[in-house]
């Protein structure tokens, strides 16, 4: 009850706060889901128009940025929004009623609905104060609640797998004791039902989410109950299909991000009289997938558990719990467990597979997005439990993470890559695989830095403990680390890193995982060598470079003619070898 009330509590903060300027601006494809939402709750349409564009202005104060649109197949040729319909759908009527607040509100409904299916399938298996240590654990400590500030559908798929997962499986759980409203809603063969077209509905809001009609119908088959199964797996089909058919009855295409598709940043069509679909945006289609085989396999399954930016144990600490306590008391365990991981397992793998250099989700989120919807079939795994100790557990390894960027969830969603700048974090390994989706891309005064010739380097600076390149070179802070992404075309072999600095200090250069620690005297200059291999990926080689400095000085009190007040440590060069 304490629980459901905080949620009614935020629900109504959710009305009285201005969305735009709370949530600070666009995130993602924020821009899209907004403008769409919008447009089927006043016009009941799909088409973008030039009101469409009039409406949202006044709201953020200029266009949608990074707006999705794509060029209809119709005899009119209009324009349409690139991405699923569902979400907005669903959000409309909040909106008509509430605004841009209708969609926080809507995420607030979703989760909470969440955490109600998930305490009632754990009070099925464990008493009262277990399940409810284990079902806010599971939600609370992990990145999870900071999709409820996006407004987009991450927090509908999320709400989608766990109503789906709990009509299917709360009847299996065997209740012993349970309100007589659930057990008549999810008792009977309805509740499958049910569960396919919610499953439905996420896959078609996002494909990724096919693989988990699998472990309910291969149950049922298994059970030789073969006419549910295939009833099951129809209704599933028909709302998956239902949802691209009526995509493209709308726009001509049944891939919303296939076609003429583009995305549109600084100038919109209709925005003047010259702002054409033809003349402005940036092609973006996705109509084939990029293969690059196993390549990277081994490396992206490291980066899937313990990556950095978008790793399993960080970000969803409670499902390694649950790992562990399904292993520990895996004569708990049934068949229906079994389907379940293994549909689990698959997705990832496949996700990794089919999308090497984006299985994270893209646009730089905090915690991998595409996780996200997956993650509530995590909850289904949990055995039988007399003690709170598996949901404290979940509550304390997973705040050693999180907790730093659920207190101000706000500044966590627009400004994640400040998230991995300190704690535990800093040590997990950098996912070179998915580079361009780190979300140092957001930040484009420490992206794509260009650092000398011949080969030019970029760089990305993780932190705030280095300064741009100046004529001398880098500054690297006094008493600090800094972790600078480094990335090259051509290809190089060894680099030289040149370290100097006018007072005596203890410096560590780190160059794809090796160390070396120097000792260096005021004003000497020292040469480091170090040998590359890095992650050639997506047409460059990609490695991290990290310098350590031990202490630092102020120019500005040691000459008082200086102006410099900053803290500085080591100036660094590098000099890249072709290979």
Request: with cysteine; glycine share 10%.
């Amino acid at each position: 009850m304490v629980v459901l009330l905080f949620f009614v509590a935020v629900a109504i903060a959710t009305l009285s706060v201005d969305p735009v300027r709370t949530t600070q601006g666009l995130k993602s494809d924020e821009a899209t889901y907004v403008t769409m939402a919008l447009s089927i709750a006043h016009d009941g349409d799909l088409a973008f128009q030039q009101r469409d564009l009039t409406r949202f202005w006044p709201l953020y104060n200029s266009g949608p940025e990074g707006i999705f649109l794509k060029r209809g197949k119709g005899p009119d040729d209009r324009l349409y929004f690139g991405k699923s319909f569902i979400y907005p759908l669903i959000a409309a009527p909040f909106v008509k009623v509430a605004g841009l607040n209708g969609l926080l509100l809507l995420n607030v409904v979703l989760l909470a609905g969440v955490f109600t299916c998930f305490y009632l399938y754990a009070h099925a298996l464990m008493p009262a104060p277990a399940a409810l240590a284990v079902s806010t654990g599971f939600l609370g400590a992990s990145i999870a609640p900071l999709f409820g500030v996006w407004m987009m559908p991450e927090t509908f798929n999320l709400a989608c797998v766990g109503y789906a997962y709990f009509f299917w499986l709360y009847k299996e759980a065997r209740p012993r004791v349970s309100p007589r409203w659930a057990r008549s809603l999810v008792a009977g063969p309805g509740s499958d039902i049910a569960a396919a077209i919610l499953l439905g509905m996420a896959t078609f809001s996002k494909p990724s989410h096919a693989l988990l009609i699998l472990p309910p119908v291969a149950l049922m088959l298994w059970r030789r109950d073969v006419g549910h199964g295939l009833r099951v797996g129809l209704v599933f089909g028909l709302v998956t299909v239902a949802g691209f058919g009526t995509n493209a009855l709308i726009t001509g295409e049944l891939n919303y991000q296939g076609g003429d598709r583009k995305t549109f940043y600084g100038e919109f069509p209709f925005q003047t009289s010259d702002s054409t679909y033809d003349t402005l945006g940036i092609p973006i289609t996705t109509n084939t997938l990029e293969f690059e085989g196993w390549r990277h396999l081994a490396r992206n399954t490291g980066y899937f558990f313990v990556g950095r930016h978008f790793g399993l144990v960080p970000y969803y600490f409670p499902a390694i719990v649950i790992t562990v306590w399904a292993l520990f008391r895996r004569r708990d365990l049934s068949l229906r467990h079994g389907f379940t991981a293994m549909a689990i397992a698959g997705t990832a793998l496949i996700l990794m597979i089919l999308y090497p250099n984006t299985w994270s989700g893209g646009g730089g989120p905090p915690g991998n997005r595409y996780f996200l919807g997956i993650y509530p079939a995590f909850y289904f795994l949990i055995p039988t439990a007399r003690t709170i100790l598996p949901g404290v557990a979940m509550w304390v390894g997973g705040a050693l993470f999180v907790a730093p960027i659920l207190l101000d969830p706000f500044v966590a969603a627009r400004r994640p890559w400040q998230n991995s700048q300190q704690g535990l974090l800093r040590a997990l390994p950098v996912e070179l695989t998915v580079v361009n989706d780190l979300p140092v891309q957001l930040d484009r005064g420490r992206s794509r830095i260009p650092y000398g010739s011949d080969p030019q380097l970029l760089l990305y600076y993780l932190d705030e403990n280095a300064w741009r390149p100046e004529a001398a070179g880098i500054w690297i802070k006094g008493s600090a680390q800094a972790d600078i992404i480094v990335r090259t075309e051509p290809a190089i072999g060894p680099i030289d890193i040149t370290l100097r600095s006018p007072i005596q200090n203890g410096v560590r250069v780190t160059v794809d995982g090796v160390a070396q620690d120097i000792e260096l005297t005021a004003h000497a200059s020292v040469v480091v060598q170090a040998d590359v291999t890095g992650v050639y990926t997506r047409g460059a080689q990609t490695f991290v470079l990290s310098v350590k400095t031990e202490a630092g000085f102020i120019p500005h009190l040691v000459d008082a003619t200086s102006t410099d007040r900053r803290f500085l440590g080591v100036l660094v060069n590098l000099t890249p070898r072709r290979r």
